[in-house]
C-alpha cells in the first residue's frame, strides 16, 4: 500500500510514504523534508490507531516462531494426591507451617515410582518459612490460597552463594535460602488456579535500603540444576529479591504467571533466567522495582570459570514494567555467555528503560545472537540501551582484560509513544560491539530527535529507524550482516 503525502492535510514534500508489512505506516523522509510537529503527531495517532486494531506482528504476517522447549509436563492431576491440611497445617495467616510443608514434601517423595503426587494448598493464608521441593511434584494452589513467607529471619536458612557469583547479590559471602527451592529435581509442577505466594518483602527492603542485611535476600522461587519444571497459573508478590530464579536448569516453561512488586522496593526483579538452557517465558505480566525479566550467566570470574551460558531463550507474549531498571533486561552478570535469544510481541510501560543490554570490562563473556521483534512501548524514558560501562565487581579479583563480546543483535518492528530519548548505545573503546542492526523502528519522542540517539564504540547498521539513529549505525560493512538478520530468524534457531 503506497499512501501519498500530498491528500494529508494538504502537505506537499518530496517524501514516500509505505505500509510495513505489520500494518503500521511508516514515512522515509527526503533529504530536506520539511515535515512539521503537527503532521508527526497525526502519524503517531494514525500508527497507534491501526496497531490498536490489528495489534502487533512479525515481519512475515505474524509471529510464526513457537516455543520448542515445551517441557511435556501436564496440568492434569498426578495419581495421588495430599492436602497440606494432613499434617498440620494451618491457614490462619499467624501459625508458622514450615514444618507441615517440609514433612508433606518428604512424604510426597514416597511416590516418584508411582507416578509422583500432588500437595494441595486449600484455601487459607498459610505462613511458612523455606521449604524444598522433590521431584514429580506437583504444587498445586487454590484460587484462594496464599502462601505467605514470614518476616522472622531465623526462618529462613543461610546458605553458600551460587558458584558462578562467588557471593550474595547484595553482600560478600553467604545468603538466605529463597522460600521455595528446588535443587536437582525432574518433572516439577508449580501451578494453580491462580493462587497466590507473598514474599512480604518489606521488611527485607527496609534492611537493604538502611545497609542493615546479615545476609544476601532471598527470592520467591529458586530451582537449581533442574531439569523439566513448569511454573504457571500463578500471582508472584512482594518478592524480598526475585520473583523466580531458575539457574543452572534446563527445559523450562514459564507461563501465565503475575509477578509483582511496589515501583520503589529496590533491586526487585521479576523472572531471571540464569545459566539456563531451553527456556519459555510465555503470557505474563510483570511489574517489578527493578528489570521485569532479566537474562544472566554468572558474576566476573566466577562466571567464567564455571562456564555455563545462558541460550535458547524464548519470550512471548509479556507485558512488562520496570520502575527503576529496564522491562528486558541482558546482565550485567553474563560471564558465562548468553545466547541464541529470541523475544516477541512485548508490551512495555511506564518504565525506566526497555531494552537493555549491559556489561563491563572484566565480565568476559558474550551476548550474541539475539533477536527481538514486535514491541509496543509507552511512557518510557529510555527506548534502547546498550553499554559497556554498567555493574561494579564480586571481589578485586577480577581480570581487568577479560573483555565481553557483544554481537548479532537485532532488534525490529519496535513502536514507542512518548519516549524520552530513543536510545543510548555505549560500548567499550578497546572493545566495541558489533552488528548492531535495527529495523522498521518508531518512536515518538518527547526530546529533540535529533540528539535522541547517543553512540559510541558500536559499530552495525539501521534501516527505517525513527528518530535517526547515529552514525554509528549506518557502517556499511555491517549492512550485509545485519540485511540478513533483518530477513531471518535473527540467527537464531528456530525455538
Known amino acids: 500500500m503506497v499512501i501519498n503525502a500530498n491528500e494529508i492535510n494538504g502537505y506537499t514534500s518530496s517524501s514516500s510514504w509505505g505500509c510495513w508489512s505489520f500494518h503500521v505506516c511508516w514515512c522515509w523522509l527526503g533529504e530536506h523534508s520539511l515535515m512539521g510537529r503537527g503532521l508527526m ?34 496440568l492434569a492431576p498426578r495419581p495421588h494426591s495430599v492436602s497440606i491440611l494432613e499434617f498440620g497445617a494451618v491457614g490462619d495467616g499467624k501459625t508458622l507451617n514450615t514444618i507441615a510443608f517440609q514433612n508433606a514434601v518428604f512424604y510426597v517423595r514416597s511416590f516418584a515410582d508411582k507416578g509422583g503426587a500432588q500437595l494441595y494448598v486449600p484455601p487459607g493464608r498459610w505462613l511458612t518459612g523455606s521449604f524444598n521441593l522433590t521431584s514429580h511434584l506437583t504444587l498445586f494452589l487454590h484460587k484462594d490460597a496464599v502462601i505467605l513467607a514470614t518476616q522472622d529471619p531465623a526462618q529462613w536458612p543461610v546458605v553458600e552463594p551460587l558458584p558462578s557469583y562467588g557471593r550474595g547479590i547484595d553482600l560478600p559471602g553467604r545468603q538466605y535460602r529463597s522460600l521455595i527451592n528446588g535443587y536437582k529435581l525432574e518433572d516439577v509442577v508449580i501451578t494453580g488456579d491462580n493462587g497466590t505466594i507473598d514474599g512480604q518483602g518489606s521488611v527485607w527492603w527496609d534492611w537493604a535500603r538502611s545497609h542493615s542485611l546479615n545476609y544476601s535476600r532471598p527470592h520467591l522461587v529458586e530451582l537449581e540444576s533442574c531439569d523439566g519444571v513448569l511454573v504457571s497459573n500463578l500471582t508472584l508478590l512482594n518478592s524480598p529479591a526475585w520473583g523466580i530464579h531458575p539457574v543452572y536448569s534446563s527445559n523450562l516453561q514459564i507461563q501465565n504467571i503475575t509477578v509483582e512488586t511496589p515501583a520503589d522496593s529496590p533491586y526487585t526483579s521479576g523472572i531471571v533466567p540464569d545459566s539456563c538452557s531451553g527456556v519459555c517465558i510465555e503470557d505474563c505480566y510483570i511489574h517489578v522495582g527493578y528489570d521485569a525479566i532479566s537474562l544472566k550467566s554468572g558474576w566476573d570470574e566466577y562466571g567464567i570459570s564455571y ?97 565481553p563480546i557483544i554481537n548479532g543483535i537485532t532488534i525490529k518492528n519496535v513502536i514507542g509513544t512518548n519516549i524520552t530519548k530513543a536510545g543510548d548505545l555505549t560500548g567499550i573503546p578497546q572493545d566495541p560491539f558489533t552488528a548492531i542492526c535495527l529495523s522498521n523502528i518508531l518512536l515518538s519522542v518527547t526530546s529533540d530527535p535529533s540528539t535522541s540517539w547517543v553512540c559510541s564504540n558500536v559499530v552495525g547498521f539501521s534501516q527505517s529507524v525513527f528518530p535517526e539513529p547515529c552514525s554509528d549505525l549506518e557502517k556499511p560493512n555491517s549492512s550485509t550482516v545485519c540485511f540478513s538478520l533483518f530477513h531471518s530468524s535473527g540467527g537464531v534457531e528456530a525455538l
Do not use: W
Not at 49 to 74: A, D, M, R
Open 41 to 74: 503527531k497525526r502519524l503517531v495517532l494514525l500508527l497507534f490507531i491501526v496497531t490498536s486494531s490489528n495489534g502487533i506482528q512479525g515481519s512475515e504476517g505474524g509471529s510464526n516462531v513457537e516455543c520448542k522447549y515445551k517441557t511435556g509436563l501436564s
Open 307 to 403: 562456564n555455563k551460558p545462558t541460550s535458547d531463550v524464548y519470550i512471548s507474549r509479556v507485558f512488562l514494567e520496570s520502575s527503576a531498571g529496564s522491562a528486558l533486561a541482558f546482565g550485567s552478570e553474563m560471564s558465562g555467555g548468553i545466547s541464541n535469544i529470541h523475544a516477541d510481541q512485548l508490551h512495555i510501560y511506564n518504565s525506566f528503560t526497555g531494552i537493555k543490554l549491559k556489561t563491563t570490562v572484566g565480565r568476559g563473556g558474550f551476548i550474541e545472537n539475539v533477536l527481538i521483534s514486535d514491541i509496543q512501548m509507552e511512557n518510557v524514558q529510555l527506548a534502547l540501551g546498550v553499554t559497556g560501562q554498567c555493574g561494579d565487581h564480586p571481589d578485586e579479583l577480577y581480570d581487568p582484560n577479560a573483555y
